[in-house]
């Protein structure tokens, strides 16, 4: 995924919504509503901190251990490592 860290935060908090929204209808969707809901919140705070960075997301480790959605997983991952490490 290409774009600022901002951009990303912004579209994977979309893909969250769209996941959420899948659940809602039974249809099939990444991760559990939990966790997507925690992943949302997560996300939320790690926008609100992009320029301080003082905020360390939590959800990278609930994650990794998931079954399946190996695509949306890594993407998750792959954000809170470039959040962290301060790429933009």
């Not at 919504?17 to 249809?27: C, K, W």
């Not at 949302?40 to 959800?59: F, Q, S, T």
Request: cysteine-free; overall charge positive.
């Amino acid at each position: 995924m290409t774009g600022s860290i901002q951009e990303r935060i912004d579209a994977a908090i979309t893909r969250v919504d769209s996941a959420l929204g899948a659940h809602q209808m039974r249809a099939n969707a990444p991760l559990s509503p939990k966790l997507l809901t925690k992943l949302k919140a997560e996300l939320i705070a790690m926008r609100g901190a992009v320029e301080r960075r003082d905020h360390v997301p939590a959800y990278p480790r609930a994650l990794i251990d998931w079954p399946g959605d190996e695509q949306f997983v890594q993407e998750m991952v792959s954000l809170a490592y470039d959040y962290k490490r301060g790429i933009n």
